[in-house]
């Protein structure tokens, strides 16, 4: 067990430019979350997938923001046109399947964005 | 809309005694609830969580508390120790999503 990973870790971006981050969830894990966070908020959810089915997405999310989890394994998340606002740390959660809770999620480290 | 708050952005112990923490929530519906211990450059490690059938649940030296009526939610540690120092969040569980609070930052003193 490996725990979940994310790439980069840090990734610094001229405004306008399109940037992808990827993570890999604990091997097993079915369902996986994308979180933001910004200073001194806690995380903020952006999509949940189970398996490779795009589930839950927040209403507060941009349409420049998406997601993918082929195969449902690895999953990416894309922003285009970055805005300096989108500056933040993106966090990958994963959990193992459940039929009810306890709806504990395993993170991984997170990338931060800045928008230059 | 908050649909968590952690009212107090940090809390200063000593060694050896208990840590409180506190965390409210808005919506009668959540059925979990959960605590994540976050330290500098890490993601959150979940700690404890608690389901909304219940009212209390402990593991070790952590202990959570749901009052339902007063949509109230606090972690309980004890004995605190130097490494518990850390930001905590509440988490919130409904459906497919996750609502956290603010968090706390708690600092055990030696």
């Known amino acids: 067990d490996t725990g979940v990973s994310q790439n980069p870790r840090h990734k610094i971006t001229k405004r306008g430019q399109n940037v992808t981050f990827r993570c890999d969830p604990i091997?097993?894990?079915?369902?996986l979350y994308w979180y933001r966070q910004t200073l001194g908020q806690g995380p903020e959810f952006l999509t949940y997938?189970?398996?490779?089915?795009?589930?839950?997405k927040s209403r507060l999310l941009s349409d420049r923001f998406s997601a993918e989890r082929p195969k449902g394994s690895f999953s990416t998340l894309e922003i285009q046109r970055t805005e300096q606002g989108d500056s933040a740390m993106y966090l990958c959660?994963?959990?193992?399947?459940?039929?009810?809770?306890?709806?504990?999620?395993?993170f991984g480290p997170g990338t931060r964005l800045t928008v230059t | 809309d908050q649909q968590v708050k952690q009212n107090s952005p940090s809390l200063s112990v000593q060694e050896g005694r208990i840590s409180i923490l506190n965390c409210d929530y808005t919506?009668?519906?959540?059925?979990?609830f959960l605590w994540y211990k976050k330290y500098p450059a890490e993601g959150p490690t979940f700690l404890i969580s608690?389901?909304?059938?219940?009212d209390k649940n402990e593991d070790g030296r952590f202990t959570v508390f749901l009052n339902k009526s007063a949509k109230h939610l606090s972690l309980h540690i004890v004995p605190s120790q130097p490494g518990d120092s850390a930001v905590y969040f509440c988490?919130?569980?409904?459906?497919?999503?996750?609502?956290f609070g603010t968090g706390t930052s708690l600092t055990v003193i030696p």
């Open positions: 959660a994963s959990s193992p399947p459940t039929s009810g809770g306890p709806y504990e999620q395993y």
């Open positions: 091997s097993e894990h079915n369902r």
């Open positions: 997938f189970q398996n490779e089915a795009q589930l839950e």
């Open positions: 919506n009668s519906m959540f059925d979990y």
């Open positions: 608690i389901s909304s059938i219940k």
């Open positions: 988490a919130v569980h409904l459906g497919n999503q996750f609502y």
